[in-house]
């Protein structure tokens, strides 16, 4: 790297608004928008924000890694109607797809992204993965439950027999609210399901 880009990027090193970027530079905004499109480029910044979030930009003099598409995102992808919004920069690195974003929707007890996290459902392939993933976290009893609902509502990839025992009489909750509504999918795996048919309607 040579002198002139290390400076640059020392300076710039933080997070900004094109506007604080721009005063931090001396520079018009249009200039200030051509140097980080180059910079990104060049794997020196990455951005978070748009639409009715204002963009930021994250500016390092270490190049950072390719972003891959995490949770938020893979959610987002697949779910037609409801999207969140991110509360957080959920990133990734290496294989990510609808099984292992599953396994952290559930992990977040969010009734809002649990909820649209059931259109992955229709996205899953790999059930044996999924199922060695939902052991490990210990949360294989509330994917077979948000299965059983998920299949009331909409055509999902059909799971083996052999993974839909219940051998539990404990019972779990998928976030606060320890509501048993679909009484019998509840009680099968003996799982508080918190959304009932018009939230599975809004979805």
Not at 30 to 37: E, I, K, Y
Not at 46 to 56: C, E, P
Not at 87 to 115: M, S
Not at 157 to 181: C, D, E, F, M, P
Request: glycine content about 6%; aromatic content about 10%; hydrophobic content about 40%.
């Amino acid at each position: 790297m040579d002198r002139k880009k290390y400076e640059l990027l020392w300076k710039l090193e933080g997070l900004h608004t094109v506007e604080t970027a721009a005063e931090k530079l001396g520079i018009t905004r249009q200039a200030t928008l051509n140097l980080l499109c180059r910079l990104k480029k060049e794997q020196h910044v990455t951005v978070s924000g748009g639409g009715r979030i204002k963009r930021i930009y994250k500016i390092t003099i270490r190049k950072q890694l390719p972003r891959v598409p995490g949770m938020f995102d893979i959610i987002n992808k697949y779910s037609p109607h409801m999207k969140l919004n991110p509360w957080y920069d959920h990133q990734v690195h290496g294989r990510y797809g609808p099984e292992e974003a599953l396994i952290d929707a559930i992990q977040t007890e969010n009734f809002r992204v649990i909820l649209a996290s059931l259109h992955l459902f229709k996205h899953i392939k790999n059930w044996p993965r999924l199922y060695r993933m939902a052991k490990e976290k210990n949360c294989w009893q509330k994917v077979g439950a948000l299965y059983d609902v998920a299949r009331l509502f909409m055509r999902v990839h059909q799971i083996g027999s052999r993974y839909l025992k219940v051998i539990t009489k404990k019972w779990v909750a998928l976030t606060q609210l320890r509501k048993k509504n679909f009484p019998e999918i509840a009680g099968r795996w003996k799982v508080y399901i918190p959304f009932n048919e018009h939230d599975m309607v809004e979805l």
